[in-house]
């Protein structure tokens, strides 16, 4: 089945340090990739997103490329603040899976000033 | 204001006692669903829903009930809650033509004693 694994954490981070977070993924069709953000006290919400292979998402600062080769989609960011202290949920969803959303556990990340 | 909002934001219950959490979106999301998240495991899939009268299982869906009356509400029912049923919920929506891309409500914390 389909699966989603993202590195642990927790990341931390001095501000302005760049930001990499991995995450790698199983599926059996041809997924779409994404990234959710979740602040402290929120539910959780769409970063960035990639639908075929290539795709580049980006938001706010974030990047993330689709890797077919690789199965990968990791999160990119080349200078962190403080705000995007926060947890980062790598996950896909396969029409061929029913809609179902997978989750990776999350990578929580700190930034300090 | 685009929104999903589920009610209570947090409860302390005991076990044994029936309780409902609410979930409503004014959207006109086809489809709806239900996570619990729990640390290093991310968030689980408990039920879902891809239209009115049309729910089917997640990952995790022994203990909880569902029903779908009407497209905008997506009530989760724990009808004899247990401790290890202690957890943050969420309630997400979308179209079913972008699986994948969801809107969470806040959250609600369960404590079950």
């Known amino acids: 089945g389909n699966s989603v694994t993202q590195m642990e954490g927790p990341v931390t981070l001095s501000e302005e340090a760049f930001l990499t977070i991995n995450c790698t993924y199983t599926a059996t069709g041809y997924p779409s990739l994404f990234w959710y953000v979740q602040y402290p006290g929120e539910g959780l919400q769409l970063l960035l997103k990639?639908?075929?292979?290539?795709d580049k998402g980006s938001n706010k600062g974030f990047e993330a490329t689709y890797r077919k080769e690789t199965t990968s989609f990791h999160l990119e960011k080349g200078s962190v603040q403080v705000s995007d202290s926060a947890v980062y949920f790598c996950?896909?969803?396969?029409?061929?899976?029913?809609?179902?959303?997978?989750f990776g556990a999350g990578t929580r990340l700190f930034v300090k000033a | 204001e685009a929104q999903v909002t589920q009610n209570p934001r947090y409860l302390i219950t005991v076990t044994g006692k029936k309780l409902t959490v609410t979930c409503s979106q004014n959207?006109?999301?086809?489809?709806m669903s239900w996570y619990r998240q729990d640390p290093g495991l991310g968030l689980r899939q408990i039920y879902y829903s891809m239209n009115v009268e049309v729910t089917d299982k997640g990952d995790v869906p022994e203990g909880y009930k569902v029903s779908r009356k009407e497209k905008r509400n997506f009530p989760l029912i724990l009808e004899s809650p247990s401790p290890n049923q202690t957890s943050l919920y969420f309630c997400?929506?979308?179209?079913?033509?972008?699986?994948?891309?969801?809107?969470f409500g806040e959250g609600s914390r369960l404590t079950v004693l």
């Open positions: 959207m006109n999301h086809e489809y």
């Open positions: 990639a639908t075929k292979a290539d």
């Open positions: 996950a896909l969803s396969d029409r061929a899976g029913g809609f179902k959303t997978i």
């Open positions: 997400a929506s979308s179209y079913t033509g972008v699986p994948g891309e969801l809107f």
